[in-house]
């Protein structure tokens, strides 16, 4: 059971826009940045969005994240293909004084 | 351009000790804190250890307190995962991450991940 909950799963079709939710307590999200993370099959996870809302250099801006309160999101515009991964996001935990990960979300690309 | 390299990844008896190690290039390794970060077979990501660039603060999760200890070699660009205890839930890939600056402990930067094995 992890701290931060995600849809297990999610999917679009090419062009569509998906969002991808990451709820949490005032404990995490609701005091401290939220980040997001991208896992291509067999590879290390990628930093995708860090402060809430802001992208990486390199970082398509069809990617882009928002924060309310104790809940996050993860918007993904003009789905392509190679967008099918696992979405992960993370907080700073305050009280348990650690880092704290969503169970993640596997995006289908139909 | 900033590189981090896991090692030391193996197959482990139960009960007994590894220490993993990660190598860093491409960036002044003495200014940034540096993460441990753990994926068990088809699993998410769990958060292991967190150290401070000058050493002076260490974190933890719950799951390892106890039994595992970061540490850094700043003279070798490198940070170290000493894992003692082992159990059969340890068994996943680690990874070590770059933190984002002084200022944001997100994790940024990722190495390729070493795996580990505990079984008897």
């Known amino acids: 059971q992890s701290v931060l909950t995600q849809p297990p799963s999610a999917s679009g079709t090419p062009g569509q826009r998906v969002t991808i939710s990451c709820s949490g307590s005032?404990?995490?999200?609701?005091?401290?940045?939220v980040y997001w993370y991208q896992q291509l099959p067999g590879t290390a996870p990628k930093l995708l969005i860090y402060s809430n809302n802001q992208r990486p250099s390199g970082v398509p801006d069809r990617f882009s994240g928002s924060k309310s309160g104790t809940s996050a999101s993860l918007a993904i515009s003009g789905l392509r293909s190679e967008d099918e991964a696992d979405y992960y996001c993370a907080a700073w935990h305050d009280s348990l004084s650690g880092w704290v990960f969503g169970g993640g979300t596997k995006l289908t690309v139909l | 351009q900033v590189q981090l390299v896991e090692s030391g990844g193996g197959v482990v008896q139960p009960g007994r000790s590894l220490r993993l190690s990660c190598a860093a290039s491409g960036f002044t390794f003495s200014t940034y804190g540096m993460h441990w970060v753990r994926q068990a077979p088809g699993k998410g990501l769990e958060w292991v250890a967190l150290?401070?660039?000058?050493?002076?603060?260490?974190y933890y999760a719950d799951s390892v307190k106890g039994r595992f200890t970061i540490s850094r070699d700043n003279s070798k660009n490198t940070v170290y995962l000493q894992m003692n205890s082992l159990r059969a839930e340890d068994t996943a890939v680690y990874y070590c991450a770059r933190v984002l600056s002084s200022s944001d402990y997100g994790m940024d930067v990722w190495g390729q991940g070493t795996t580990v094995t505990v079984s008897s």
């Open positions: 005032s404990s995490n999200i609701g005091s401290n940045y």
């Open positions: 150290i401070w660039y000058d050493v002076s603060s260490k």
